[in-house]
C-alpha cells in the first residue's frame, strides 16, 4: 500500500478500463473523486475508527 501513496490523476486514467477517450477517463475520476461520499470526514474517519477500534486492546474497569 505505501508505494501506491503517490498517484497521480493522469496514471489513474491510463490504468482506467473504459473504452473511453482519455480526457472523459481524467473528467470521470475527477467527478467520482469529488463526490462528498468519498470525504474524509464521510468514508475514512470511520474506517480509521473501526481498525483503531479492533487494534486497541479492550480495557475493564
Same mark, same amino acid.
Given at each position: 500500500?505505501?508505494s501506491?501513496?503517490?498517484?497521480? =490523476? &493522469?496514471?489513474?486514467?491510463?490504468? $482506467? @478500463? ?9 473528467r ?9 461520499? =468519498? &470525504?474524509?470526514?464521510?468514508?475514512? $474517519? @470511520?474506517?480509521?475508527?473501526q ?11
Open positions: 500500500m505505501q501506491y501513496r503517490d498517484v497521480s =490523476l &493522469s496514471r489513474i486514467a491510463e490504468l $482506467f @478500463p473504459q473504452p473511453i477517450e482519455y480526457k472523459s477517463r481524467v470521470n475520476l475527477q467527478r467520482f473523486l469529488n463526490l462528498p461520499q =468519498l &470525504s474524509t470526514k464521510m468514508l475514512w $474517519f @470511520p474506517i480509521i475508527k481498525l483503531v477500534k479492533k487494534k486497541s486492546p479492550t480495557t475493564k474497569e
